[in-house]
């Protein structure tokens, strides 16, 4: 059973226009969120992440929200670059230990 | 942030071939993870180790499997690969909840 979701296999966006990636999970005990960004046969890079406690994170042109009650969290990329273009994942530690479960991605692709 | 290697970075290879996929890592972390990953999939976790001589199996069943003599290397081995072990291996480690990962293995069984 995947706890963490991304429905979106593919985003297409313009330079300079704001990138929205979404996640949805299902597991009401994880406290902490990740996203990593991942170039193909590259190993994930870590991008930005937020504790539950928190609402939003800013990092840059970065930003995570996340909205508790509907489990679900976003990811905006304000302005997006040619050079964002890659598969972004989420993920959340499991219950026991600090292995992580990841969503399956979303591949960004930002067009000059 | 640790600094996590791993090799071969890409390899061919032909069924009921032995090989081991190298993972090492500088920072001293005591907890490695190998996960594997398909295109359009997310990561499974297939093996895992919180310090030396810990060695778990994560939810992916694998037929690999992994030693942890030094708390700097973690190597995979596959006894005898076949087309179904086709898939990118990536090794990561962890301090607290942020994993960093290598460079990955590109697997190709032919």
């Known amino acids: 059973d995947q706890q963490v979701k991304q429905n979106s296999p593919s985003l297409s966006v313009q330079e300079g226009r704001i990138s929205i990636l979404n996640c949805d999970y299902t597991n009401s005990m994880f406290d902490y969120f990740l996203w990593y960004k991942k170039y193909p046969a590259e190993g994930p890079t870590f991008l930005i992440s937020?504790?539950?406690?928190?609402d939003k994170n800013e990092d840059g042109r970065f930003t995570v929200f996340l909205n508790k009650s509907a489990k679900h969290l976003s990811l905006h990329i304000v302005p997006s670059q040619p050079g964002d273009s890659a598969v972004y994942f989420c993920?959340?530690?499991?219950?026991?230990?600090?292995?992580?479960?990841f969503g399956k991605g979303t591949s960004l692709l930002v067009t000059p | 942030e640790a600094d996590i290697y791993q090799t071969p970075r890409y390899l061919v290879i032909g069924t009921g071939k032995k090989i081991t996929l190298e993972c090492s890592q500088t920072m001293g972390h005591d907890k490695m993870y190998w996960y594997q990953q398909d295109p359009g999939m997310e990561l499974h976790l297939i093996h895992y180790s919180y310090g030396v001589n810990s060695t778990e199996k994560g939810d992916l069943s694998s037929e690999s499997t992994v030693s942890r003599i030094r708390t700097e290397h973690f190597p995979l081995t596959l006894e005898s690969a076949r087309p179904s072990h086709t898939s990118q291996y990536l090794c990561?480690?962890?301090?607290?909840?942020?994993?960093?990962f290598g460079q990955g293995t590109r697997l190709t069984v032919v």
């Open positions: 993920a959340a530690p499991r219950d026991s230990g600090y292995a992580l479960n």
């Open positions: 990561a480690v962890s301090l607290n909840t942020e994993a960093f």
């Open positions: 937020i504790s539950s406690i928190k």
